[in-house]
């Protein structure tokens, strides 16, 4: 009786194996055998890299990374380049991002390299818009964000605002909202209706900061909401991230771009996630503009507790594990109705919800 490896096929039956010329039972053997040595491969390969790295020297800040070295600025404020380690490298979009502590070593011949990215408090990351399977963090670390919005080029979205402070809260980032372009916006009782519709965050406690880039109106206590904090800027294409960057501290040089005519869009000025250093201690990453923002992972479950005022009402829902979306007596729903819930973020909820992996 033939004895039956691990890493072969089942056969029908012994007399059938044997039958079967040689070199047809090597490639069976051989691509049954391959997954399991391709992740044992792969696992021993970075574990023989992290012991032929050297010792490790100092910590430091990664504040821009790209498809080669990665910038780190140590400690002392110098700024060095860096190379990622072929386990790094492999997925870069999220093992190693602006805002990560890491430990670096010096190689033989002098070349510096990332030994070690330190555990991360926080996180702002999406899925890839090229493989929504990938996991893309676009900053980490950090202490608060602003989800940056405008009145007009282009028009105030509150169903990306919405976006975005679902996934800072789920990264663990405490947020608030500028509106920018606060010059454009319209005057009398015109902007107190354009005002309403930020009412729902302001109830929910998120700051809320009108400014003007241009002009410099509001940028005082946004200025002081993100003093000497590690901060993200993010929001949409056009809605002046990047010049308010250069408003809030004139020698940071950030690229600036004009809103492309037409359908009042924005166009993209920042393509990576950098880190810009104020006067002040504060480090903001400026991210490149979005004009709609995945989630990434979330259950529906999860998704409702992102929107706190559902939360007294859902308790009265006639089902526990009620979606608010078509469940017969859903009290979140009839809130929406009502106007006791804002309609609007209701309605970003059933989109968000709508496109989430069911799976």
């Not at 792969?42 to 990664?62: H, N, T």
């Not at 509106?179 to 009412?199: H, I, P, Q, T």
């Not at 993200?232 to 040089?253: C, Q, W, Y």
């Not at 950030?254 to 201690?281: K, S, Y």
Request: hydrophobic content about 45%.
């Amino acid at each position: 009786m033939r004895t039956v490896r691990g890493d072969e096929p089942p056969a029908a039956d012994d007399a059938a194996w044997e039958a079967l010329p040689k070199r047809e039972r090597h490639r069976a053997r051989r691509t049954r055998a391959a997954p399991q040595r391709a992740r044992a491969d792969a696992a021993g390969a970075d574990e023989m890299q992290r012991a032929a790295l050297p010792p490790a020297l100092d910590d430091g800040l990664v504040v821009a990374t790209s498809r080669g070295p990665c910038t780190v600025e140590l400690d002392d404020g110098r700024l060095i380049a860096a190379v990622l380690p072929k386990a790094l490298a492999r997925d870069d979009r999220s093992a190693v991002a602006v805002g990560d502590r890491v430990r670096l070593a010096r190689r033989a011949h002098g070349e510096l390299v990332v030994r070690e990215v330190l555990p991360r408090t926080s996180q702002l990351a999406r899925p890839d818009p090229f493989d929504p399977r990938r996991r893309r963090v676009l900053a980490a670390n950090l202490e608060r964000a602003v989800a940056v919005a405008s009145w007009r080029r282009p028009p105030l979205a509150t169903g990306l605002l919405d976006r975005l402070l679902v996934a800072l809260a789920s990264g663990g980032v405490g947020a608030a909202i500028a509106v920018n372009k606060l010059d454009l916006a319209a005057r009398g009782s015109a902007f107190e209706a354009e005002l309403e519709a930020l009412r729902p965050y302001r109830e929910l406690g998120v700051p809320v900061f009108p400014c003007s880039a241009t002009t410099g109106d509001g940028l005082a206590p946004l200025r002081a909401w993100i003093g000497g904090r590690l901060v993200a800027f993010v929001g949409h294409s056009g809605a002046g991230k990047s010049s308010l960057i250069n408003a809030l501290e004139p020698l940071v040089v950030a690229a600036v771009g004009e809103v492309a005519r037409g359908a009042g869009r924005g166009r993209h000025t920042t393509t990576q996630p950098q880190i810009h250093r104020l006067a002040d201690g504060t480090r903001i990453v400026d991210t490149p503009g979005v004009r709609e923002f995945g989630l990434w992972q979330m259950s529906a479950r999860e998704l409702a507790a992102y929107f706190p005022e559902f939360e007294a009402h859902a308790a009265r829902c006639r089902f526990n594990d009620c979606s608010h979306a078509h469940e017969p007596l859903c009290e979140v729903r009839s809130a929406a109705e009502r106007g006791t819930i804002s309609p609007a973020r209701f309605a970003t909820y059933l989109r968000i919800l709508a496109s989430l992996d069911p799976a």
